[in-house]
């Protein structure tokens, strides 16, 4: 009965490859949201979706493709992983979008590219 | 643009002492303050949120909050910490953005309890 799960906790992978994080919420929230945490624990969020629709998107690079297929889900796509992508990602949902609301987060993938 | 500094970047304490961590924002007309916490290898947890009224603002396990307008300030403290309360504890501010909320947050700070 997880709130907000993500797959695969860990996540190692060469330089170039393309790989996908999933993110499922099961509290009925509309909003979703990805956030970067690099290795200094800085926090930063990298996108946004109300109800499917991207609402914010933080000058992230083209090579990060999010996708909702529905409310419930936030998918994470990245292409030729570089070096620097390797982070901690969470992914993050609320009711909402007004600027009071608590957001639930995921437990985070870790990302390391190699 | 909103932001937040988090003055300390590590505070260690005595368990059973008081601790405070400490929070500035940016001055904007309106402000939504929270501070998440997060356990090792876990995702962030609300521990409380600032929206309006009583700037004195209760959260979860023993912590609490004082808004500051004059100082800009969002302070985090608690009476008396335990071993469990190692973790590190993130303040952010809300605005909004494009009609949806983006939290910014500061750079955190590490709470390490010390038997």
């Given at each position: 009965?997880t709130?907000v799960s993500q797959t695969?906790?860990?996540?190692?992978?060469?330089?170039?490859?393309?790989?996908s994080i999933k993110c499922e919420q099961n509290?009925?929230?509309?909003?979703m949201y990805w956030y970067?945490?690099?290795?200094?624990?800085?926090?930063?969020?990298?996108f946004?979706y109300?109800?499917?629709?991207?609402?914010?998107?933080?000058?992230?690079?083209?090579?990060?493709?999010p996708k909702s297929p529905?409310?419930a889900h936030l998918n994470l796509?990245?292409?030729?992983?570089?070096?620097?992508?390797?982070?901690?990602y969470f992914c993050a949902s609320?009711?909402?979008?007004?600027?009071?609301?608590?957001?639930f987060f995921g437990p985070g993938t870790?990302?390391?590219?190699? | 643009?909103?932001?937040?500094?988090?003055?300390?970047?590590?505070?260690?304490?005595?368990?059973?002492?008081?601790?405070?961590?400490?929070?500035?924002?940016?001055?904007?007309?309106?402000?939504?303050?929270?501070?998440?916490?997060?356990?090792?290898?876990?995702g962030?947890?609300?521990?409380?949120?600032?929206?309006?009224?009583?700037?004195?603002?209760?959260?979860?396990?023993?912590?609490?909050?004082?808004?500051?307008?004059?100082?800009?300030?969002?302070?985090?403290?608690?009476?008396?910490?335990?071993?469990?309360?190692?973790?590190?504890?993130?303040?952010?501010?809300?605005?909004?953005?494009?009609?949806?909320?983006?939290?910014?947050?500061?750079?955190?700070?590490?709470?390490?309890?010390?038997?």
């Amino acid at each position: 009965d997880t709130a907000v799960s993500q797959t695969p906790k860990y996540l190692v992978t060469q330089m170039g490859n393309d790989k996908s994080i999933k993110c499922e919420q099961n509290l009925g929230h509309d909003t979703m949201y990805w956030y970067k945490q690099d290795s200094k624990k800085f926090l930063k969020i990298m996108f946004s979706y109300n109800n499917k629709e991207l609402i914010i998107n933080e000058t992230v690079p083209n090579r990060f493709s999010p996708k909702s297929p529905d409310k419930a889900h936030l998918n994470l796509h990245i292409n030729s992983l570089e070096l620097g992508d390797s982070a901690v990602y969470f992914c993050a949902s609320s009711q909402g979008t007004g600027p009071g609301g608590e957001q639930f987060f995921g437990p985070g993938t870790r990302l390391t590219v190699l | 643009a909103q932001s937040v500094t988090q003055l300390d970047s590590q505070v260690p304490v005595f368990e059973e002492a008081p601790v405070e961590l400490r929070c500035n924002y940016s001055s904007s007309v309106s402000v939504y303050l929270f501070w998440y916490v997060q356990y090792p290898n876990q995702g962030l947890q609300l521990l409380l949120k600032y929206l309006s009224g009583s700037t004195l603002v209760k959260g979860i396990n023993g912590f609490e909050a004082e808004f500051n307008k004059s100082q800009t300030s969002f302070h985090l403290r608690k009476p008396s910490v335990h071993i469990s309360d190692t973790a590190e504890y993130f303040c952010a501010v809300s605005e909004i953005i494009q009609g949806a909320q983006k939290l910014v947050f500061g750079q955190g700070t590490r709470l390490t309890i010390n038997p």
